[in-house]
């Protein structure tokens, strides 16, 4: 009688196993899917948004747990540029050099060109092509009498440029001469701004925002090959889908529990089929 109650348990628990096991690969089937309108783009694809163009790159998992992630770039050509120039600085324009001065008072840059004075007195036919020097001044020394007058009221009113605030300043950036504009002045620097292009770069990741030329988007991957770039209206739609994947899998695991465990007691059954009796 032991056995044969032993016996109708392995079969009970052994049938529920198996149904358990079969059903969890008829609901695999019913798995729901993020099934959102979007772009599927992979490495290097291009896509607009309103008149920028972006391309996607660098499409890969991000960790062991799966995570994807991927890179997205773009050239924006009205990008925003400002440097500074400092007060008692030099700048050189057309082979000459010029002193840099800056007045908050009056909003104005102003170079001062500096001036060669040895060149300026072998041009000037009057004087010596060298000062004389007493109690520390300089001094040139006339041809003619051999007079002397400092050489500061001897040197010609020096070549000035002054640009005010919004005034068009041409700034000595790294790739060359750059037109910028004159965009606040200090009495220690002056600001210049301009627009050119540059090249920019934003992460991709599951389900994370990205701003576009025309709005906001996110990032989904069906797959490891592929990202799909996504309104931010669907975002609702995304989350819901993502909760009732998450519901499937917690009863995905509950039938691999009922799976298991029936399978363990049937065998536990089995066992004890085949106890000795009493006596």
Do not use: C
Not at 66 to 90: F, I, K, P, R
Not at 243 to 250: G, L, P, R, S, T
């Amino acid at each position: 009688m032991q056995r044969r109650a032993a016996a109708a348990y392995f079969l009970f628990f052994l049938v529920v196993s198996v149904a358990a096991y079969a059903y969890i690969g008829v609901a695999e089937s019913q798995r729901p899917a993020v099934d959102i309108e979007g772009p599927e783009l992979t490495n290097d694809s291009e896509f607009s948004s309103g008149d920028q163009t972006y391309t996607v790159s660098n499409i890969q998992p991000t960790g062991d747990d799966g995570t994807m992630a991927a890179e997205l770039a773009w050239t924006n050509n009205s990008s925003q540029y400002t440097e500074t120039v400092d007060d008692g600085s030099e700048v050189t324009r057309n082979n000459t050099t010029y002193d840099v001065s800056t007045d908050n008072a009056t909003g104005t840059l102003t170079l001062t060109a500096q001036q060669n004075v040895t060149q300026l007195l072998q041009e000037d036919s009057e004087v010596y092509n060298s000062l004389a020097t007493r109690d520390g001044t300089d001094y040139v020394v006339y041809r003619a009498d051999n007079s002397t007058q400092p050489v500061e009221e001897w040197l010609p009113e020096p070549e000035t440029v002054t640009y005010t605030t919004g005034d068009q300043y041409p700034y000595e950036a790294d790739d060359g001469t750059q037109t910028t504009t004159l965009s606040e002045v200090t009495n220690s620097s002056a600001t210049v701004e301009w627009t050119a292009s540059r090249e920019e770069t934003a992460e991709l990741s599951e389900g994370g925002n990205v701003t576009l030329a025309d709005g906001q988007y996110f990032a989904y991957f069906p797959d490891q090959s592929t990202v799909k770039i996504i309104s931010s209206d669907k975002y609702s739609q995304y989350q819901e889908t993502l909760a009732a994947q998450d519901y499937f899998h917690e009863r995905k695991n509950g039938l691999w529990g009922i799976s298991i465990l029936s399978g363990i007691a049937s065998v536990l059954m089995l066992g004890m089929a085949y106890l000795p009796n009493r006596g």
